[in-house]
């Protein structure tokens, strides 16, 4: 088979191209790229694709990198190729950052891709990562410590982005432009070994080939079985994560964890979602590694209160059967931002003829059993407290050693920080419970109790939700 042939089959079965799409081309003028542009360009006529390379100078090489510029430029009008050249101060760019050069040079370079293909309305960007590039990959993500997603190394296609040589070797590669007479230029501090990829690249992957020839091919062929196997495993945390995170409604950016449901989960599955949290709320994956996962993990036993400090200024704290994930001070977690009714959201639902209120609450997903919500009997409510009046207000505020809930549905009450201290919730964090009261009296305390009077029941003509956080619609 030839290599052209090849990147047709590979390209088929992993669904990288189309006909008629349009291809932003990473050319850095290196012999991978020079391979990528030659046999997008020999398959353009064919398969209708329209090209359109781009060179990113990023600054750092002088004279070398002019001179790469003025390469690739002269290889596009060769193969009548549209080209531009995009140039950027990549030291400036990482220190202004707080990164290296690499990392700064390789998130400006998909930065500029990405715009071009906007600009263009192309679909696909192709860069010429190839097989020896994703075994090089699986030993730096190996070697660091990486979740199964890290170990299956470079993928095939991530969004726009497409990798039609990940099916080569450098060797197929070299012998390709080789065979067709194509010349390419080489970046001289890929011969370095100072930097920790080219030292995988130039002295520990050749070590082992000498151990066990074609061992890049074999790196490369296992990363593929696991990166299907990541991708099974995703679906798999998707369906765990749905049930067990939420956003906070009181603080935009930061996830809820609900204990139960992670401990109701498989340990891997939950230790991947505890991840995926906090990599979402960081808004990065770097150096979020297992010691966090744990840390939070760990937390899911303590007590309400405690906390954690993790990676990038974010906190972790147990509270009641949760577990918040904020970027800001979790000191005041549970309370509304604006105590004045702002977290507090009352829907009157009308029962009509000839339906049962009871019924109507089961379709509309049941009695909630997380104490964020509460059904009450809207009618007998009213008459209770004169809802409507300056003090029959409902208002969402922090718990106060005055105030107390009916607990028996004949109205005998108890005090509320009573009620706290049976739930053990710690004397400090009692004051910053929130709750959903009418005067003194409290109907719902968050995540922990509702009151039992006025409840619905077969005679309710109109029913009052009473929620936390997540406004409800009417029925």
Known sequence: MTIRNKIIDFCNEKKLLDSGDGVIIGLSGGADSVCLLFMLSSMQTEMNLRLFAVHVNHGIRGSEADRDEAFCKELCERFKIPFEAVHADIPALAEKEGIGLEEAGRGFRYEVFEKKADELGFNRIAVAHHMNDRAETVIFQLVRGSKLSGLSGIREKNGRIIRPLLCLTREEIESCLKMNGLDFVTDSTNLSSDYTRNYIRNVILPGLERLRPHAGEHIAETADYLGRVSDFMERAVREVYDTCVSADPGRPGSLRLSVSALKAADPLLSETVIYNAICTVAGRKKDITEKFVKMVWELCDKQSGRSV????????????DSVLISRESTENAVDSEDVNCNNIFCTVIPVNEGENALDLIENLGGFPKDNLKKFFDCDKLLSRFNIGSTEGK?????ADAADFMAVYPDGRSKKVFDILKDEKIEADERKKCLAAAV????????????????????KTKNILSVSFGIQDTEA
């Open 309 to 320: 400090d993790l990676k990038y200024g974010l906190v972790a704290k147990k509270i009641y």
């Open 394 to 398: 409902i208002v969402a505020r922090k």
């Open 439 to 458: 005067g003194h009296e409290v109907l719902l305390i968050r995540g922990v109790r509702s009151c039992e009077i006025c409840r619905v029941d077969e």
